[in-house]
């Protein structure tokens, strides 16, 4: 059973706070991480995708991943109100000839002003 | 450009109606994905092609017909679906091999079934 488990939140920061969000997966095999941002009504937008262990930095999100702990992070720094969405982690698996991507159920953010 | 666009934005179908989704991208990916998304519930994943041939097939009903006619095309053809079928469908596509597997999501099709 492949999993993605996140916290469901929902999550509430305010405006300028470090917004943290934690996922964790189950399949040692999985080689590469993702975040994507999904406003209401909208499709998945990739934020950050994330290879080896440490952290990658990319304006003001950092995504940090420990493959010895199975875990997959999100920082958002200086959270906005325009950050208000729901933050998908993803896990891709190669199987039966091609890349699939295993997502958590999302951690529901609301940034208030 | 990490564009995948997708036609329509919306659509309203009976349940004896035959109608088809399409998605087209231009990154020279060489896999593209359907995915189903109910609300407030991650994407589930229906079908995947590979270099133009159906790789995985999420035991998807057979009312929902994938076909990808090219490298940068992909349709859904849809017959006889049921009102629990609506929902928004979402193509994507990704690199097929290599070490970058990101995958880009177009705007996605909101689906309603009467």
């Known amino acids: 059973q492949k999993e993605v488990e996140q916290n469901s939140g929902p999550l509430s920061v305010p405006e300028g706070a470090i917004a943290s969000l934690n996922c964790t997966y189950s399949d040692r095999g999985s080689q590469s991480f993702f975040w994507y941002r999904q406003y209401s009504g909208k499709s998945p937008e990739l934020i950050m995708s994330?290879?080896?262990?440490g952290d990658k930095e990319d304006g003001r999100f950092t995504a940090q991943l420990n493959k010895a702990s199975q875990y997959v992070s999100l920082l958002i720094r200086d959270s906005q109100p325009s950050d208000s969405a729901t933050y998908l982690c993803a896990v891709n698996l190669f199987q039966t000839g091609a890349n699939n991507l295993f997502f958590g159920t999302g951690t529901r953010l609301t940034v208030i002003p | 450009d990490t564009e995948v666009t997708q036609t329509p934005k919306h659509l309203v179908m009976g349940m004896t109606n035959k109608k088809s989704l399409k998605c087209e991208q231009h990154m020279g990916h060489r896999a593209m994905y359907w995915y189903k998304q109910k609300a407030k519930k991650p994407p589930e994943l229906m079908f995947v092609y590979s270099y133009e041939k159906l790789s995985i097939n999420e035991s998807v009903p057979s009312r929902f017909s994938p076909e990808c006619p090219n490298s940068s095309l992909l349709n859904l053809h849809l017959h006889a679906l049921q009102p629990e079928d609506s929902a928004l469908y979402l193509c994507?596509?990704?690199?097929?091999?290599?070490?970058?597997?990101?995958?880009?999501f177009g705007p996605g099709t909101r689906l309603t079934v009467t």
């Open positions: 994507a596509s990704s690199q097929a091999s290599g070490s970058s597997y990101e995958q880009y």
């Open positions: 994330i290879y080896s262990n």
